[in-house]
Protein backbone atom coordinates (compact mmCIF):
# COMPACT_ATOMS: atom_id res chain seq x y z
CA UNK A 1 0.00 0.00 0.00
CA UNK A 2 2.34 2.35 0.96
CA UNK A 3 4.35 1.57 -1.99
CA UNK A 4 1.56 2.40 -4.13
CA UNK A 5 1.16 5.43 -3.07
CA UNK A 6 4.90 6.57 -3.27
CA UNK A 7 4.75 5.59 -6.77
CA UNK A 8 1.33 7.77 -7.42
CA UNK A 9 3.15 10.80 -5.78
CA UNK A 10 6.18 9.74 -7.56
CA UNK A 11 4.54 9.68 -11.24
CA UNK A 12 2.38 12.59 -9.90
CA UNK A 13 5.37 14.81 -9.17
CA UNK A 14 7.15 13.57 -12.70
CA UNK A 15 4.17 14.90 -14.51
CA UNK A 16 4.03 18.30 -12.75
CA UNK A 17 7.40 18.63 -13.54
CA UNK A 18 7.57 17.37 -17.42
CA UNK A 19 4.21 19.84 -17.74
CA UNK A 20 5.57 22.85 -16.18
CA UNK A 21 9.38 22.09 -17.77
CA UNK A 22 7.52 22.55 -20.92
CA UNK A 23 9.17 19.27 -22.19
CA UNK A 24 6.98 19.45 -25.62
CA UNK A 25 8.33 22.80 -26.36
CA UNK A 26 12.14 21.62 -25.78
CA UNK A 27 11.18 18.59 -27.77
CA UNK A 28 10.31 21.32 -30.54
CA UNK A 29 13.18 23.21 -30.43
CA UNK A 30 15.68 20.17 -30.22
CA UNK A 31 14.07 18.82 -33.31
CA UNK A 32 14.62 22.83 -34.86
CA UNK A 33 18.24 22.46 -33.83
CA UNK A 34 18.70 19.20 -34.71
CA UNK A 35 19.11 17.18 -31.96
CA UNK A 36 17.85 13.92 -30.68
CA UNK A 37 14.56 14.24 -28.85
CA UNK A 38 14.59 14.21 -25.10
CA UNK A 39 14.84 10.99 -23.52
CA UNK A 40 12.67 11.44 -20.17
CA UNK A 41 11.14 8.00 -20.81
CA UNK A 42 14.68 6.12 -21.32
CA UNK A 43 16.08 6.25 -18.13
CA UNK A 44 13.16 5.14 -15.57
CA UNK A 45 14.92 5.93 -12.35
CA UNK A 46 14.88 9.66 -13.29
CA UNK A 47 11.47 11.85 -13.97
CA UNK A 48 13.86 13.30 -17.24
CA UNK A 49 17.24 13.46 -19.00
CA UNK A 50 19.15 16.58 -20.32
CA UNK A 51 22.95 16.58 -21.41
CA UNK A 52 23.63 19.44 -18.55
CA UNK A 53 21.16 19.90 -15.72
CA UNK A 54 21.68 23.83 -14.38
CA UNK A 55 21.06 24.76 -10.95
CA UNK A 56 19.88 28.19 -10.36
CA UNK A 57 18.11 30.98 -12.23
CA UNK A 58 20.57 33.89 -12.16
CA UNK A 59 23.07 35.41 -14.45
CA UNK A 60 25.23 32.36 -13.57
CA UNK A 61 22.50 29.53 -14.34
CA UNK A 62 21.31 31.45 -17.40
CA UNK A 63 24.62 32.03 -19.10
CA UNK A 64 25.53 28.73 -18.76
CA UNK A 65 22.41 27.05 -20.03
CA UNK A 66 22.62 29.04 -22.68
CA UNK A 67 26.11 28.92 -23.66
CA UNK A 68 25.85 24.76 -22.84
CA UNK A 69 22.25 24.86 -25.25
CA UNK A 70 24.49 26.55 -28.38
CA UNK A 71 26.52 24.00 -28.08
CA UNK A 72 23.96 21.48 -29.22
CA UNK A 73 23.21 20.14 -25.65
CA UNK A 74 20.17 20.02 -23.96
CA UNK A 75 19.78 21.97 -20.74
CA UNK A 76 17.29 22.80 -17.94
CA UNK A 77 17.12 24.94 -15.12
CA UNK A 78 16.03 24.60 -11.68
CA UNK A 79 15.30 27.83 -9.98
CA UNK A 80 14.48 26.83 -5.88
CA UNK A 81 12.59 30.28 -5.94
CA UNK A 82 8.72 30.68 -7.02
CA UNK A 83 9.98 33.25 -9.93
CA UNK A 84 13.64 33.06 -11.64
CA UNK A 85 16.56 35.88 -11.61
CA UNK A 86 17.50 35.11 -8.01
CA UNK A 87 20.10 38.43 -6.80
CA UNK A 88 20.69 38.97 -10.37
CA UNK A 89 17.52 40.70 -11.15
CA UNK A 90 18.22 43.01 -8.19
CA UNK A 91 20.84 44.22 -9.86
CA UNK A 92 22.08 46.99 -11.66
CA UNK A 93 24.12 44.97 -13.61
CA UNK A 94 27.01 46.56 -14.73
CA UNK A 95 29.85 43.89 -15.82
CA UNK A 96 33.25 44.59 -15.64
CA UNK A 97 34.64 42.83 -18.61
CA UNK A 98 38.38 43.43 -19.34
CA UNK A 99 39.51 44.42 -22.42
CA UNK A 100 36.17 44.53 -24.39
CA UNK A 101 35.26 45.06 -27.82
CA UNK A 102 33.77 48.56 -27.23
CA UNK A 103 36.65 49.52 -25.34
CA UNK A 104 38.92 48.51 -28.57
CA UNK A 105 36.98 50.00 -30.83
CA UNK A 106 37.36 53.36 -28.69
CA UNK A 107 41.18 53.11 -29.05
CA UNK A 108 41.05 51.97 -24.86
CA UNK A 109 44.20 49.86 -24.70
CA UNK A 110 43.87 47.17 -21.93
CA UNK A 111 46.96 44.49 -21.60
CA UNK A 112 46.69 41.41 -19.74
CA UNK A 113 49.88 42.12 -17.93
CA UNK A 114 49.01 44.95 -16.66
CA UNK A 115 45.40 44.19 -15.71
CA UNK A 116 46.39 41.37 -14.05
CA UNK A 117 48.74 43.47 -11.90
CA UNK A 118 45.80 45.44 -11.03
CA UNK A 119 43.61 42.88 -9.72
CA UNK A 120 46.63 41.02 -7.75
CA UNK A 121 47.38 44.11 -5.97
CA UNK A 122 43.41 44.49 -4.70
CA UNK A 123 43.09 40.68 -4.17
CA UNK A 124 46.38 39.76 -1.97
CA UNK A 125 48.13 43.11 -1.37
CA UNK A 126 49.99 41.51 1.60
CA UNK A 127 51.75 38.84 -1.27
CA UNK A 128 51.59 41.53 -4.35
CA UNK A 129 54.91 41.53 -5.86
CA UNK A 130 55.00 42.87 -9.40
CA UNK A 131 58.15 40.90 -10.06
CA UNK A 132 57.25 37.57 -9.37
CA UNK A 133 56.05 35.29 -12.06
CA UNK A 134 52.80 35.66 -10.58
CA UNK A 135 52.40 38.89 -9.06
CA UNK A 136 52.38 37.16 -5.40
CA UNK A 137 49.23 35.37 -6.03
CA UNK A 138 48.94 31.42 -5.66
CA UNK A 139 48.50 29.56 -8.06
CA UNK A 140 44.60 29.17 -8.44
CA UNK A 141 44.29 33.07 -7.91
CA UNK A 142 46.64 33.50 -11.23
CA UNK A 143 45.13 31.19 -13.32
CA UNK A 144 41.15 32.31 -12.49
CA UNK A 145 41.94 36.05 -13.17
CA UNK A 146 43.99 34.96 -16.21
CA UNK A 147 41.21 32.93 -16.98
CA UNK A 148 38.62 35.67 -16.46
CA UNK A 149 40.61 37.93 -18.58
CA UNK A 150 40.72 35.56 -21.51
CA UNK A 151 37.14 34.53 -21.58
CA UNK A 152 34.88 38.08 -20.67
CA UNK A 153 34.84 39.47 -23.86
CA UNK A 154 34.49 36.61 -25.96
CA UNK A 155 31.40 35.48 -23.48
CA UNK A 156 30.05 38.91 -23.61
CA UNK A 157 30.08 39.21 -27.46
CA UNK A 158 28.59 35.77 -27.65
CA UNK A 159 25.50 36.44 -25.35
CA UNK A 160 25.39 40.26 -27.70
CA UNK A 161 25.78 38.75 -30.68
CA UNK A 162 22.97 35.99 -29.78
CA UNK A 163 20.19 38.57 -28.46
CA UNK A 164 20.43 37.25 -24.94
CA UNK A 165 22.32 40.21 -23.42
CA UNK A 166 23.07 43.21 -26.12
CA UNK A 167 24.75 45.86 -24.19
CA UNK A 168 25.86 49.22 -24.08
CA UNK A 169 29.30 50.47 -23.20
CA UNK A 170 29.81 53.10 -20.21
CA UNK A 171 32.75 54.42 -20.95
CA UNK A 172 33.06 57.12 -18.14
CA UNK A 173 32.75 55.22 -15.39
CA UNK A 174 36.28 54.38 -13.29
CA UNK A 175 37.27 51.49 -11.61
CA UNK A 176 36.57 51.32 -7.69
CA UNK A 177 40.76 51.54 -7.43
CA UNK A 178 41.00 54.15 -10.38
CA UNK A 179 44.09 56.08 -8.83
CA UNK A 180 46.42 53.16 -8.56
CA UNK A 181 48.98 53.28 -10.78
CA UNK A 182 48.63 49.63 -11.46
CA UNK A 183 45.45 50.59 -13.27
CA UNK A 184 45.98 51.27 -16.76
CA UNK A 185 42.60 50.98 -18.48
CA UNK A 186 40.97 53.05 -15.20
CA UNK A 187 37.92 53.43 -17.56
CA UNK A 188 36.03 51.89 -20.06
CA UNK A 189 35.34 47.86 -18.64
CA UNK A 190 31.71 48.63 -18.42
CA UNK A 191 28.92 47.14 -19.73
CA UNK A 192 25.57 47.32 -18.61
CA UNK A 193 22.42 45.83 -20.76
CA UNK A 194 21.24 47.96 -23.81
CA UNK A 195 17.81 48.87 -22.54
CA UNK A 196 18.60 49.44 -19.20
CA UNK A 197 17.40 52.91 -17.55
CA UNK A 198 19.80 55.60 -17.97
CA UNK A 199 20.15 55.46 -13.91
CA UNK A 200 20.88 51.39 -14.81
CA UNK A 201 18.84 50.23 -11.90
CA UNK A 202 16.68 48.15 -13.41
CA UNK A 203 19.82 46.59 -15.29
CA UNK A 204 19.62 43.02 -13.63
CA UNK A 205 15.65 42.72 -14.85
CA UNK A 206 16.76 43.68 -18.47
CA UNK A 207 19.55 41.28 -18.36
CA UNK A 208 16.98 38.46 -16.57
CA UNK A 209 14.38 38.77 -18.80
CA UNK A 210 16.27 38.95 -22.27
CA UNK A 211 18.25 35.93 -21.07
CA UNK A 212 15.63 34.26 -20.37
CA UNK A 213 13.36 34.72 -23.14
CA UNK A 214 16.18 33.82 -25.43
CA UNK A 215 16.55 30.51 -23.46
CA UNK A 216 13.10 29.57 -23.70
CA UNK A 217 12.92 30.45 -27.27
CA UNK A 218 15.99 27.83 -27.70
CA UNK A 219 14.24 25.37 -26.06
CA UNK A 220 16.12 25.43 -22.48
CA UNK A 221 12.88 24.88 -19.42
CA UNK A 222 13.20 26.87 -16.76
CA UNK A 223 11.17 25.41 -13.94
CA UNK A 224 10.65 27.66 -10.45
CA UNK A 225 9.54 25.92 -7.12
CA UNK A 226 12.42 23.16 -7.68
CA UNK A 227 14.48 23.33 -4.83
CA UNK A 228 18.17 21.20 -5.71
CA UNK A 229 18.80 18.71 -2.65
CA UNK A 230 21.41 16.55 -3.77
CA UNK A 231 23.91 15.54 -6.46
CA UNK A 232 23.70 11.56 -7.81
CA UNK A 233 26.78 9.84 -8.96
CA UNK A 234 27.46 6.74 -10.50
CA UNK A 235 29.44 4.30 -8.84
CA UNK A 236 32.47 5.52 -10.30
CA UNK A 237 31.58 9.01 -8.50
CA UNK A 238 30.64 10.56 -11.75
CA UNK A 239 28.09 13.24 -10.99
CA UNK A 240 24.95 11.62 -13.23
CA UNK A 241 22.21 13.82 -11.83
CA UNK A 242 20.43 15.57 -8.98
CA UNK A 243 17.79 15.38 -6.79
CA UNK A 244 15.54 18.17 -5.95
CA UNK A 245 12.08 18.88 -4.30
CA UNK A 246 9.34 20.39 -5.90
CA UNK A 247 7.28 23.11 -4.83
CA UNK A 248 4.65 19.86 -3.28
CA UNK A 249 7.67 18.34 -1.44
CA UNK A 250 7.71 15.61 -3.74
CA UNK A 251 11.14 14.19 -5.05
CA UNK A 252 12.18 14.79 -8.65
CA UNK A 253 15.18 13.23 -9.96
CA UNK A 254 16.66 14.58 -12.92
CA UNK A 255 19.58 13.03 -15.20
CA UNK A 256 22.64 15.33 -16.53
CA UNK A 257 24.49 12.94 -19.36
CA UNK A 258 26.94 15.36 -19.14
CA UNK A 259 27.52 17.55 -16.26
CA UNK A 260 25.46 19.16 -13.22
CA UNK A 261 26.17 23.21 -12.85
CA UNK A 262 25.61 24.53 -9.64
CA UNK A 263 24.50 28.42 -10.11
CA UNK A 264 23.08 28.31 -6.71
CA UNK A 265 24.55 31.81 -5.20
CA UNK A 266 26.14 32.36 -1.51
CA UNK A 267 25.44 31.86 1.93
CA UNK A 268 23.99 35.32 2.67
CA UNK A 269 20.49 33.85 4.31
CA UNK A 270 22.20 31.40 6.23
CA UNK A 271 23.03 32.87 9.67
CA UNK A 272 24.83 29.81 10.69
CA UNK A 273 27.16 29.78 7.44
CA UNK A 274 27.26 33.02 8.16
CA UNK A 275 28.48 33.45 11.50
CA UNK A 276 30.95 30.63 11.25
CA UNK A 277 32.72 31.82 8.30
CA UNK A 278 32.48 35.45 7.57
CA UNK A 279 35.21 37.57 9.27
CA UNK A 280 32.90 39.94 10.85
CA UNK A 281 29.39 40.25 12.55
CA UNK A 282 27.47 40.79 9.04
CA UNK A 283 23.45 41.10 9.23
CA UNK A 284 22.57 39.09 6.32
CA UNK A 285 21.96 41.25 2.93
CA UNK A 286 20.47 42.10 -0.14
CA UNK A 287 20.88 38.81 -1.83
CA UNK A 288 17.84 36.83 -3.41
CA UNK A 289 15.86 34.86 0.06
CA UNK A 290 16.64 31.79 -1.29
CA UNK A 291 20.05 32.14 -1.31
CA UNK A 292 20.87 29.41 1.97
CA UNK A 293 24.40 28.12 0.73
CA UNK A 294 22.44 24.86 -0.14
CA UNK A 295 26.08 24.19 -2.75
CA UNK A 296 27.96 24.69 0.33
CA UNK A 297 25.43 22.19 2.41
CA UNK A 298 25.08 19.65 -0.67
CA UNK A 299 29.09 19.73 -1.93
CA UNK A 300 30.13 18.80 1.45
CA UNK A 301 29.79 14.77 1.09
CA UNK A 302 31.27 15.02 -2.29
CA UNK A 303 34.55 15.87 -0.75
CA UNK A 304 34.66 19.52 -2.57
CA UNK A 305 37.39 21.74 -1.10
CA UNK A 306 36.05 25.29 0.39
CA UNK A 307 38.16 28.45 -0.50
CA UNK A 308 37.56 31.75 0.28
CA UNK A 309 34.84 31.38 3.11
CA UNK A 310 35.98 34.27 4.54
CA UNK A 311 34.89 37.07 1.73
CA UNK A 312 31.65 38.84 0.70
CA UNK A 313 30.58 41.77 -1.78
CA UNK A 314 30.28 43.60 1.11
CA UNK A 315 27.66 46.99 1.39
CA UNK A 316 25.99 49.04 4.38
CA UNK A 317 22.51 48.00 4.95
CA UNK A 318 19.73 49.82 6.97
CA UNK A 319 19.50 47.81 10.14
CA UNK A 320 16.10 47.75 10.58
CA UNK A 321 15.62 45.67 6.91
CA UNK A 322 18.04 43.34 7.51
CA UNK A 323 16.71 42.44 10.88
CA UNK A 324 12.80 41.88 9.23
CA UNK A 325 14.73 39.74 6.00
CA UNK A 326 12.96 42.51 3.71
CA UNK A 327 13.07 40.82 0.63
CA UNK A 328 13.62 44.08 -1.38
CA UNK A 329 16.54 45.68 0.60
CA UNK A 330 19.10 47.06 -1.38
CA UNK A 331 23.07 47.93 -0.41
CA UNK A 332 23.68 51.43 0.50
CA UNK A 333 26.22 52.07 -2.84
CA UNK A 334 25.55 55.25 -2.73
CA UNK A 335 25.49 57.01 1.25
CA UNK A 336 23.76 60.04 -0.05
CA UNK A 337 23.63 63.57 1.00
CA UNK A 338 26.10 66.27 1.36
CA UNK A 339 24.94 67.73 4.67
CA UNK A 340 25.33 64.31 6.38
CA UNK A 341 27.77 62.44 8.72
CA UNK A 342 27.97 58.65 10.37
CA UNK A 343 28.50 58.64 13.89
CA UNK A 344 28.80 55.62 16.36
CA UNK A 345 27.29 55.15 19.85
CA UNK A 346 29.51 57.58 21.01
CA UNK A 347 29.00 60.31 18.88
CA UNK A 348 32.28 59.82 17.40
CA UNK A 349 32.75 60.30 13.24
CA UNK A 350 35.40 57.77 12.44
CA UNK A 351 35.02 57.01 8.94
CA UNK A 352 34.78 58.51 5.23
CA UNK A 353 31.29 58.31 4.82
CA UNK A 354 31.87 58.17 0.86
CA UNK A 355 34.32 55.00 0.96
CA UNK A 356 33.53 52.84 -1.95
CA UNK A 357 30.52 50.55 -0.10
CA UNK A 358 32.68 47.15 0.35
CA UNK A 359 35.63 48.96 2.09
CA UNK A 360 33.06 51.19 3.78
CA UNK A 361 31.35 48.33 5.02
CA UNK A 362 34.13 46.48 6.25
CA UNK A 363 34.88 49.64 8.82
CA UNK A 364 32.46 48.19 10.60
CA UNK A 365 34.12 45.63 11.64
CA UNK A 366 36.65 47.34 13.84
CA UNK A 367 37.33 45.21 17.09
CA UNK A 368 37.99 47.53 20.43
CA UNK A 369 40.30 44.81 21.98
CA UNK A 370 40.58 47.17 25.08
CA UNK A 371 36.94 47.52 25.71
CA UNK A 372 35.93 43.76 23.89
CA UNK A 373 33.19 45.47 21.60
CA UNK A 374 32.57 46.50 18.05
CA UNK A 375 32.42 49.77 18.47
CA UNK A 376 30.93 50.67 14.61
CA UNK A 377 28.81 47.36 14.54
CA UNK A 378 25.83 49.94 13.83
CA UNK A 379 26.47 53.17 12.70
CA UNK A 380 24.19 56.52 12.88
CA UNK A 381 23.54 58.19 9.63
CA UNK A 382 22.63 61.80 10.78
CA UNK A 383 21.65 64.26 7.95
CA UNK A 384 19.60 67.36 7.77
CA UNK A 385 16.51 69.22 6.18
CA UNK A 386 18.63 70.03 2.90
CA UNK A 387 19.67 66.43 2.22
CA UNK A 388 16.45 64.96 2.82
CA UNK A 389 14.65 67.37 0.60
CA UNK A 390 17.64 67.63 -2.09
CA UNK A 391 18.82 63.87 -1.50
CA UNK A 392 15.88 61.81 -1.34
CA UNK A 393 15.32 59.01 -3.23
CA UNK A 394 13.33 55.49 -3.43
CA UNK A 395 15.97 53.64 -5.34
CA UNK A 396 19.11 51.20 -4.54
CA UNK A 397 18.94 51.69 -1.24
CA UNK A 398 18.83 54.95 -0.29
CA UNK A 399 18.49 56.16 3.63
CA UNK A 400 16.83 59.73 2.52
CA UNK A 401 13.82 58.27 0.89
CA UNK A 402 11.25 60.87 -0.50
CA UNK A 403 7.62 61.61 1.58
CA UNK A 404 5.51 58.81 0.74
CA UNK A 405 7.63 55.56 0.85
CA UNK A 406 8.91 53.36 2.64
CA UNK A 407 10.50 55.48 5.69
CA UNK A 408 10.27 52.85 8.66
CA UNK A 409 13.89 52.77 9.00
CA UNK A 410 14.10 56.48 9.25
CA UNK A 411 14.31 58.43 12.92
CA UNK A 412 13.29 62.28 12.92
CA UNK A 413 13.99 64.72 15.95
CA UNK A 414 12.85 68.57 15.85
CA UNK A 415 16.48 68.54 18.12
CA UNK A 416 19.89 66.87 18.13
CA UNK A 417 18.84 66.35 21.96
CA UNK A 418 15.29 65.01 20.73
CA UNK A 419 16.95 63.00 17.03
CA UNK A 420 19.34 61.19 19.97
CA UNK A 421 16.17 60.32 22.05
CA UNK A 422 14.53 58.59 19.61
CA UNK A 423 18.07 56.85 18.47
CA UNK A 424 18.28 55.42 21.82
CA UNK A 425 14.59 54.09 21.98
CA UNK A 426 15.31 52.89 18.56
CA UNK A 427 18.42 50.84 19.89
CA UNK A 428 16.36 49.73 22.57
CA UNK A 429 13.52 47.90 20.37
CA UNK A 430 16.91 46.30 17.98
CA UNK A 431 19.04 45.58 21.52
CA UNK A 432 18.66 41.51 21.35
CA UNK A 433 20.22 41.68 17.38
CA UNK A 434 22.96 44.06 18.48
CA UNK A 435 23.90 42.71 21.72
CA UNK A 436 22.19 45.67 23.59
CA UNK A 437 23.83 48.38 21.62
CA UNK A 438 22.85 51.78 23.25
CA UNK A 439 23.75 55.23 23.32
CA UNK A 440 26.94 56.34 25.32
CA UNK A 441 26.13 58.74 28.33
CA UNK A 442 27.87 61.20 26.42
CA UNK A 443 26.43 60.66 23.06
CA UNK A 444 24.30 64.16 22.71
CA UNK A 445 27.73 66.26 23.45
CA UNK A 446 30.07 64.11 21.24
CA UNK A 447 27.31 64.14 18.25
CA UNK A 448 27.14 68.26 18.50
CA UNK A 449 31.49 68.20 18.78
CA UNK A 450 31.42 65.89 15.42
CA UNK A 451 28.70 67.96 13.85
CA UNK A 452 30.76 71.45 14.23
CA UNK A 453 34.04 69.46 13.35
CA UNK A 454 32.28 68.40 9.76
CA UNK A 455 30.83 71.99 9.12
CA UNK A 456 34.04 73.82 9.84
CA UNK A 457 35.99 70.84 7.58
CA UNK A 458 32.66 71.18 4.77
CA UNK A 459 32.93 74.90 4.72
CA UNK A 460 36.72 74.58 3.77
CA UNK A 461 35.43 71.77 1.22
CA UNK A 462 38.62 69.64 2.65
CA UNK A 463 38.21 66.78 4.86
CA UNK A 464 41.55 66.60 6.67
CA UNK A 465 40.14 63.75 9.17
CA UNK A 466 38.89 61.25 6.39
CA UNK A 467 39.78 62.89 3.02
CA UNK A 468 35.68 62.48 1.97
CA UNK A 469 35.31 63.19 -1.42
CA UNK A 470 39.25 63.02 -2.63
CA UNK A 471 38.83 59.59 -4.67
CA UNK A 472 37.20 59.52 -7.96
CA UNK A 473 34.36 57.04 -7.06
CA UNK A 474 33.40 58.69 -4.05
CA UNK A 475 32.50 61.22 -6.45
CA UNK A 476 30.67 59.06 -8.39
CA UNK A 477 28.46 57.15 -5.79
CA UNK A 478 27.63 60.71 -4.46
CA UNK A 479 23.75 60.38 -5.11
CA UNK A 480 21.87 63.28 -5.59
CA UNK A 481 23.11 66.51 -4.06
CA UNK A 482 22.11 70.02 -4.35
CA UNK A 483 24.34 71.98 -6.75
CA UNK A 484 26.87 74.59 -5.50
CA UNK A 485 28.06 76.33 -8.04
CA UNK A 486 32.00 76.81 -6.92
CA UNK A 487 32.31 74.65 -4.18
CA UNK A 488 35.34 72.62 -4.06
CA UNK A 489 33.81 69.17 -2.69
CA UNK A 490 30.56 67.78 -3.71
CA UNK A 491 30.33 64.96 -1.30
CA UNK A 492 30.19 68.05 1.72
CA UNK A 493 28.16 70.67 3.18
CA UNK A 494 27.64 71.96 6.99
CA UNK A 495 24.56 70.75 8.29
CA UNK A 496 22.03 73.25 9.41
CA UNK A 497 22.16 74.78 13.06
CA UNK A 498 18.05 74.02 13.38
CA UNK A 499 16.30 70.89 13.20
CA UNK A 500 14.09 69.07 11.74
CA UNK A 501 16.78 66.04 11.61
CA UNK A 502 17.21 63.14 10.73
CA UNK A 503 19.09 59.77 11.60
CA UNK A 504 19.09 55.91 10.11
CA UNK A 505 20.58 52.41 11.84
CA UNK A 506 23.03 51.33 9.34
CA UNK A 507 24.78 48.21 9.45
CA UNK A 508 27.09 45.65 7.48
CA UNK A 509 25.32 43.07 5.04
CA UNK A 510 26.43 41.52 1.74
CA UNK A 511 25.31 41.71 -1.31
CA UNK A 512 26.28 37.71 -1.42
CA UNK A 513 28.81 36.11 -0.20
CA UNK A 514 31.78 34.80 -2.43
CA UNK A 515 32.90 32.23 -1.11
CA UNK A 516 32.52 28.10 -1.50
CA UNK A 517 33.67 24.64 -3.19
CA UNK A 518 36.51 25.78 -4.99
CA UNK A 519 36.65 25.21 -8.82
CA UNK A 520 39.22 24.80 -11.50
CA UNK A 521 39.52 27.54 -14.43
CA UNK A 522 36.82 25.71 -16.11
CA UNK A 523 34.45 25.71 -13.33
CA UNK A 524 35.37 21.92 -12.16
CA UNK A 525 34.55 21.57 -8.56
CA UNK A 526 37.69 20.32 -7.27
CA UNK A 527 37.98 18.09 -4.12
CA UNK A 528 40.70 18.48 -1.39
CA UNK A 529 43.39 16.78 -3.04
CA UNK A 530 42.42 19.04 -6.07
CA UNK A 531 41.16 16.64 -8.66
CA UNK A 532 38.03 17.67 -10.45
CA UNK A 533 34.88 15.69 -8.90
CA UNK A 534 33.77 14.25 -12.19
CA UNK A 535 30.74 16.01 -14.20
CA UNK A 536 29.94 18.10 -11.28
CA UNK A 537 30.65 22.17 -12.18
CA UNK A 538 29.83 25.40 -10.49
CA UNK A 539 29.84 29.48 -11.26
CA UNK A 540 29.05 32.82 -9.63
CA UNK A 541 28.64 33.27 -6.00
CA UNK A 542 27.87 29.83 -4.94
CA UNK A 543 31.82 29.35 -5.42
CA UNK A 544 34.82 30.59 -3.83
CA UNK A 545 35.99 34.09 -5.80
CA UNK A 546 39.50 34.28 -6.65
CA UNK A 547 39.10 38.12 -5.91
CA UNK A 548 39.72 37.60 -2.60
CA UNK A 549 39.08 40.50 -0.26
CA UNK A 550 38.72 42.33 -3.25
CA UNK A 551 35.74 44.72 -5.43
CA UNK A 552 37.80 45.45 -8.73
CA UNK A 553 34.94 47.98 -10.63
CA UNK A 554 31.71 47.90 -10.24
CA UNK A 555 30.65 45.24 -12.32
CA UNK A 556 33.56 42.96 -10.75
CA UNK A 557 30.98 39.90 -9.49
CA UNK A 558 29.03 39.80 -13.06
CA UNK A 559 32.32 39.70 -15.46
CA UNK A 560 33.73 37.22 -13.57
CA UNK A 561 30.82 34.96 -13.48
CA UNK A 562 29.87 35.57 -17.17
CA UNK A 563 33.34 34.44 -17.55
CA UNK A 564 33.25 31.29 -15.86
CA UNK A 565 29.63 30.41 -17.17
CA UNK A 566 31.50 30.40 -20.74
CA UNK A 567 34.11 28.57 -19.25
CA UNK A 568 32.61 26.00 -17.54
CA UNK A 569 29.18 25.50 -20.22
CA UNK A 570 32.59 24.75 -22.90
CA UNK A 571 33.80 22.42 -20.39
CA UNK A 572 30.98 20.41 -19.97
CA UNK A 573 29.92 20.26 -23.13
CA UNK A 574 33.16 18.41 -24.04
CA UNK A 575 32.68 16.35 -21.50
CA UNK A 576 31.41 12.32 -23.18
CA UNK A 577 27.44 11.30 -22.40
CA UNK A 578 27.42 9.01 -19.06
CA UNK A 579 25.99 5.75 -19.92
CA UNK A 580 22.21 5.34 -18.50
C1 LIG B 1 20.96 45.68 -5.35
C2 LIG B 1 22.09 44.95 -6.00
C3 LIG B 1 22.75 45.51 -7.08
C4 LIG B 1 23.82 44.83 -7.67
N1 LIG B 1 24.42 45.38 -8.76
C5 LIG B 1 25.44 44.72 -9.35
C6 LIG B 1 26.07 45.26 -10.50
O1 LIG B 1 25.67 46.28 -11.05
N2 LIG B 1 27.14 44.58 -11.02
C7 LIG B 1 27.60 43.42 -10.46
O2 LIG B 1 28.58 42.86 -10.97
N3 LIG B 1 26.99 42.86 -9.40
C8 LIG B 1 25.93 43.49 -8.84
N4 LIG B 1 25.30 42.93 -7.77
C9 LIG B 1 25.72 41.57 -7.34
C10 LIG B 1 25.12 40.57 -8.33
O3 LIG B 1 23.73 40.78 -8.42
C11 LIG B 1 25.38 39.11 -7.91
O4 LIG B 1 26.73 38.94 -7.59
C12 LIG B 1 25.01 38.15 -9.06
O5 LIG B 1 23.75 38.48 -9.58
C13 LIG B 1 25.03 36.72 -8.59
O6 LIG B 1 24.62 35.86 -9.63
P1 LIG B 1 24.53 34.28 -9.38
O7 LIG B 1 24.04 33.68 -10.63
O8 LIG B 1 25.78 33.78 -8.80
O9 LIG B 1 23.44 34.14 -8.20
P2 LIG B 1 21.93 34.63 -8.08
O10 LIG B 1 21.58 35.66 -9.08
O11 LIG B 1 21.73 34.99 -6.65
O12 LIG B 1 21.09 33.33 -8.43
C14 LIG B 1 21.12 32.21 -7.61
C15 LIG B 1 19.81 31.48 -7.79
O13 LIG B 1 19.94 30.15 -7.30
C16 LIG B 1 18.72 29.79 -6.69
N5 LIG B 1 18.95 28.69 -5.76
C17 LIG B 1 19.50 28.71 -4.53
N6 LIG B 1 19.56 27.48 -4.01
C18 LIG B 1 19.01 26.65 -4.93
C19 LIG B 1 18.76 25.25 -4.95
N7 LIG B 1 19.10 24.46 -3.94
N8 LIG B 1 18.17 24.72 -6.06
C20 LIG B 1 17.81 25.51 -7.11
N9 LIG B 1 18.01 26.84 -7.12
C21 LIG B 1 18.62 27.41 -6.04
C22 LIG B 1 18.30 31.06 -5.99
O14 LIG B 1 16.91 31.02 -5.70
C23 LIG B 1 18.66 32.11 -7.01
O15 LIG B 1 17.59 32.38 -7.89
C24 LIG B 1 24.23 43.58 -7.17
C25 LIG B 1 23.54 43.01 -6.10
C26 LIG B 1 22.48 43.68 -5.51
C27 LIG B 1 21.75 43.05 -4.39
Not at 271 to 284: D, H, S, V
Not at 419 to 445: C, V
Request: hydrophobic fraction near 40%; include cysteine; charged fraction near 20%.
Amino acid sequence: MADHVRSDAGAASRRRFMQQAGAGSAAVAAATLGLAAQDAEAAPAFDASYDVVVCGSGCGGLASALFARWQGNSAVILEKAGSIGGTTAKAAFWYWVPNNEAMKKAGIADPKPDFLKYVARLSSPQTYDPAHPRLGLTPWEYDMCSAFYDSASPAAELLAAKGALPYRHVADVPDYFAELPEDKAPKGRVLVPKDAIPSMSDGGLVAVRTMSTKARQDGIPIRTGIRVTKVLQDKSGRVIGVEAKDELDATVRLRARKAVIFATGGFTHNAELRKNFLNGPIYGGCAAPSNEGDFVQIAGPLGAQLRNMNYAWTCPIPLEKAIAKDGSISGMFSVAGDSMLFVNKYGQRNVNEKLQYNELAQTFFEWDGAKAEYPNLVRIAVWDQRSQQHSASAEYGRLIVPPGTDDRHVIKGATLAELARAIDERLAKYASATGGAKLALDFLPNLQAAIARFNQLAKTGKDLDFQRGERIVEQLFNGDVKAEPGRSNATMWPLADAGPYYAALVVAGTLDTKGGPKTDTHGRVLDGADRPIPGLYGVGNCVASASGRAYWAGGATLGPIIAFAYRAANAAHAEGRSAT
